[in-house]
């Protein structure tokens, strides 16, 4: 760091039963008390530098032994009006970065200026901070820095909007051509001794070195610098991105653990109030950062994105700016995990755990994006086309890439309908969670993006869990989002034993895996009429075998299924079926259509009308039943 030494004489400063006085021939004449210090003087040294202590000695009296001249708003304390003191007896006296402000101020305050005596303090500060300390990196963030201290004196003085000037040029500038920082220096000497790749790496990380010098910014300063050097348009958005993402590191820390505290309501009235000022500072910091947000697309990541929304829900930050999180959010809510969106909710009118409110309006928003063009245009279109004499490879180019747009949604969507059956088997847990919400966030999703329906009824048989008292009429309309037809054979042997289940469902489950079962044997032909036709009306082509679903997804000790210790059937038992299902349409809320009786009574029929040998996967689920019942007598 650059520094400037004025002076040639001695430092004779001392102390003396508390005040400071210098060691002169010549009594002192002068007492100047600058916050609580006082300081025996010489007028003549002083006044001939500083216009302010001419005017304040020639309106006091007289005094046969010492002027007493009082400064008590003096900038910079006794350390600053020491520095201008002894610059004024010729002493030496050091300038640098960490310093030049509060000299600056304090030459200021004094009206040291060129008019009260050629090179005077405030001329040579000046040249100083313009000629050295703008042109160096380091030198322009310490100053900047130092100007927290000073914020009005600053400002009138145009320091901090010069040393912001100059941060951002650099930034903007080939980080070769100027003088950089010692923590990028070293990254650039390490990078020499790697190999290509880590070579590589380091290059392209080295583009954002500033983020971290930036960091030590507080929020004001940085909002500000930040802005200057967006408006250079220079610097990619990913990169203002990385350098948002560095400073939030930096001064959100322990985000969550306040959070933590605020919910437990665990404090005294004293750390309430500590509390209370932390939780404003930290949310004028965290709205500052998400005004700077770029507002490209993949900016910033996802998760970078869900922690801004935790942490907003925790300081209770604006709802526009949660509103702005979401949205950003939407854009690219494929990129997200299940746990990032797990944001905590502490709403004191909600005891819910997570805030499933602002993921509704997440996937909405993802939902709302532009829809996928079509894959193929209308035929008034290629008429035209074909007026303007447009070639047909031209149309063909047109056509690709229509079909890569549309392939690129639909396979957002999928990942996207993956994320939130996950989320739903983490929320699914808490006991507060409204079943209104739990279905409509499943069916926010399109029913084209789920391939299939495990981890939907995953979370489904654990919400039915967590929630025994759920009435009749209420686990119908959960499980009426689940499309049994999707089910992996795993989930479907954990259905038909699943007694939180309706009955309907069980027997949809077992219907289904059954057709299924039979068609992919080969053995279609032996399906009745009633069954095909019931096959048909449910989307199940009867003359080929469906693809067969996934069965690999992984999940959690707690949710494992088993599904050992299937026996031989009971022929009994599909009577005994059948009589339980008419009982439960017959008990069937009254909000049922009666197209709604109609289905089930075709399904009734059509169920008992399955041929003997198909029946054979049914008496698997009924005889370990009989199994339990016979170990529990």
Request: aromatic share 6%; glycine share 4%.
């Amino acid at each position: 760091m650059k520094f400037m030494k004025l002076g040639s004489r001695p430092d004779t400063f001392y102390t003396s039963e508390a005040v400071r006085s210098v060691s002169s021939e010549v009594s002192s004449d002068l007492l100047v008390q600058v916050k609580g210090s006082r300081y025996l003087l010489h007028k003549f040294p002083l006044l001939s530098k500083c216009l302010r202590l001419q005017r304040l000695c020639s309106e006091l009296p007289e005094s046969s032994q010492h002027q007493i001249v009082q400064l008590p708003d003096f900038p910079g304390g006794v350390e600053a009006f020491e520095l201008c003191a002894k610059f004024c007896y010729g002493i030496t006296i050091t300038l640098s970065a960490y310093n030049i402000v509060a000299a600056r101020c304090a030459a200021e305050y004094l009206q040291m200026a060129e008019d009260v005596e050629k090179g005077n303090l405030i001329y040579k500060i000046e040249v100083f901070f313009n000629s050295c300390l703008l042109h160096g990196w380091r030198d322009s963030i310490v100053t900047l820095h130092s100007t927290k201290a000073f914020p009005l004196w600053s400002e009138d003085l145009g320091i901090s909007s010069r040393c912001i000037e100059a941060i951002a040029s650099k930034v903007l500038t080939n980080p070769s051509k100027v003088s950089l920082s010692h923590s990028h220096s070293r990254r650039g000497r390490d990078d020499m001794s790697c190999n290509g790749a880590e070579s590589q790496r380091h290059r392209l990380a080295a583009k954002g070195w500033w983020a971290e010098d930036l960091a030590d910014l507080g929020i004001d300063l940085y909002w500000r610098t930040m802005i200057a050097i967006k408006s250079g348009g220079k610097i990619p958005s990913n990169l203002v991105g990385d350098a948002l993402k560095i400073y939030a590191v930096r001064w959100l820390p322990n985000v969550s653990r306040a959070g933590n505290a605020k919910k437990q309501g665990v404090s005294d009235s004293d750390s309430d109030s500590n509390s209370e000022e932390l939780t404003s500072k930290d949310r004028l910091l965290l709205e500052s950062i998400i005004s700077l947000l770029p507002a490209e697309k993949g900016a910033v990541s996802s998760s970078f994105l869900l922690k801004l929304l935790k942490a907003a829900n925790i300081l209770n930050a604006s709802s526009s700016s949660r509103m702005e999180l979401a949205k950003r959010v939407g854009l690219q809510l494929e990129e997200a995990t299940p746990n990032d969106l797990l944001i905590p909710n502490l709403s004191q009118a909600n005891e819910k755990l997570y805030d499933v409110d602002i993921v509704m309006t997440i996937v909405e928003q993802f939902m709302l994006q532009g829809q996928s063009p079509p894959t193929s245009p209308p035929r008034s279109k290629l008429v035209c086309e074909r007026r303007r004499s447009r070639s047909a490879e031209n149309i063909d180019i047109e056509f690709q890439e229509s079909r890569r747009s549309s392939s690129a949604s639909h396979s957002s969507k999928l990942k996207v309908a993956k994320i939130i059956d996950n989320y739903l088997r983490e929320i699914s847990r808490d006991v507060n969670l409204p079943l209104a919400k739990f279905v409509a966030l499943a069916e926010a999703v399109p029913e084209f993006a789920r391939v299939d329906h495990d981890d939907l009824y995953r979370a489904i048989d654990i919400y039915l869990k967590a929630h025994p008292n759920l009435n009749k009429s209420e686990r119908k309309r959960l499980c009426r989002i689940l499309d049994c037809k999707k089910l992996s054979m795993e989930a479907c042997m954990h259905a038909a034993q699943n007694e939180l289940l309706p009955l309907r469902v069980v027997v949809q489950v077992l219907f289904f895996e059954q057709a299924r079962a039979t068609m992919a044997s080969g053995k279609v032909t032996e399906l009745p009429s009633n069954i095909k036709a019931l096959l048909a009306a449910h989307g199940l082509d009867s003359s080929r075998p469906p693809a067969p679903l996934s069965t690999t997804t992984s999940i959690t000790h707690e949710d494992q299924w088993s599904v050992s210790g299937l026996k031989s059937p009971s022929k009994s038992k599909l009577s005994t079926l059948k009589m339980k299902l008419a009982e439960d349409d017959d008990l069937d809320d009254n909000d049922d259509t009666q197209q709604d009786r109609m289905s089930r009574n075709s399904l009734v029929k059509a169920f008992c009308a399955i041929p003997a040998r198909p029946k054979k996967m049914f008496s698997k689920f009924w005889s370990n039943s009989r199994t339990t019942a016979n170990d529990k007598n």
